[in-house]
């Protein structure tokens, strides 16, 4: 039982001699090669559509932690595995070994914008860790040849002590004659402890070299990476067509509403990057290519001496829940993509333009809603007048009014061919999710929160409705399944942006349910109909429950 502890624990530490030792290779080859979370991502993209709500839910919301812990636990388990294999049949824990690396491989070498190079980190890991696995399993090994030599010498001894006969086996076995009866574990001088003592040492020299060396190269990789100086650096051009005034009376002023406004860093994310993609906008380039007549390419410079633009656009995920927080409103500033179109003169038959991003993600966005006149469709380089943050897409995004983000809010774009929806798929549709991904009309109570305690008396019951690029018209609130009563809204940036609503209502103690429902400027009210994010948005009205004193 020991034995198997100390079995696994020589995979434990193989396992973190390959990840540190790939690390430092990536150092001088490519900060982006760290096979750990190229593995994680390879994971992200190919995990089946029927675990996609549950990644959405885990992963799509920022909480890369939680897979990256998953990928420790797989990690630690197959290396435990692996440095038992080796000790009971070998080589199978080495091939163990090799089989992980060679995925890790697979996973550098088809990650986007990785080239054959990028392999070299991982077979590097992989030949260190194969050293440091046979290193690690021939100490034990003749640590417990010593302890079984020892004690069947001990035995011997005993035996010969007990049937009262002096031999020189026994005078060498030092502290074991003196105390014949004691089993040999107990012995705590000669061979065996030296043999312990070695692979001891290696254990933990390799472990405490591999945490030194692995952290210090991360670091080394992520700030090589890293952009937010460049960032600090950039100052935008001031808008050549500011965003609409936004009225004072968009503003409620209500405590518990969410501001018209979502700051940057309140702002949700959503996306697949594991690691937040590192563009230097000196190298950034947009590329405009497939079904058009002249092929565009335009630099971060070149950008930023056009015309920019200013808009208040509201940005909204498909997997929303009803009442959820996917959602959240900003000052973008940016050129219009409709602009960039018209240079590149798409051809004939061209219904669909495919954004993608430098990691991989892809949209695909109706041609004719990026060209429209009347939608402000930008390619952003600023949020909330401050450039990008980097994990909202820093340097260049997309940003599309009425289009849920999987189908056209590209993130660290450097692509946009121009295309049909016959030939070409965004990353979301073949995992489940509608091609088309027109935002649906919906609304949300801020205030109260569900299940609150109140006491009695007259309580303001708020919150925001949106319905991107056609507009809300009314919000009606209904208290305890009684009639529709009609909301004040607050003034509207655009139709473009969501609207803060508030009813005044009168509450009475005992147990209450309050539900909201929007109707927008075509006509359309909510449907309590509910539906679940997946394929094309969530449906139903968003209903709490209050408790009042
Ligand atoms: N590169 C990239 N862009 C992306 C995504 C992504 O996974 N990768 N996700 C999209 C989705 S699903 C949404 S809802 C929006 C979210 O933008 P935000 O994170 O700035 O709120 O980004 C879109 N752009
Ligand atoms: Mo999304």
Redesign the pocket.
Known sequence: MRRNVWAALTGVVAAATVLASAELVAVFISAEASPLFSVGSLMIDLAPPGVKDVMISLF?TGDKAALLTLLGIIVVAGACIAGLLEYHRPPWGIVVLVVFSAIAVVAVTTRDGASGFSAIPTVVGMLVGVFVLRALQQRLKRWDSREAGIRKRAEAAAAVIASGVSTPVAANVGPATSAPSTPAPTVRTGPASYERRQFLTFVIVAAAASAVVGAGARLMNATAAAVTSARNALVLPAPSTAAPVIPSGAELGISGISPVITPAGD???????LQV?QLNPDSWKLRIYGMVENEVEISFADLLALPLVEDTIT?????NEVGGD?I?NATWLGYPIRDLLTRAKPTAGADMVLSK???G?T?GSPLEVLQDTDRQSLLAVGMNGAPLPV???FPV??VVPGL???V??????VEMKVTTFAQDMG??TPRGWTALGPIKTSSRIDTPKNNAGLAAGTIPIAGVAWAQHTGIAKVEVQVDNGPWVEATLADAISADTWRQWVLPWQATSGNHVIAVRATDTSGYTQTSDEAPPAPSGSTGLHTIQLTVQ
């Open positions: 799509g702002f949700y994310r959503i996306d697949t990057a993609p940005l909204t995920c498909v997997s996917l959240g991003s430098s990691d993600f949209a994990e909202h897409g995004r997309m849920y983000g999987y056209s809010a590209t993130k660290w774009v990353y979301w």
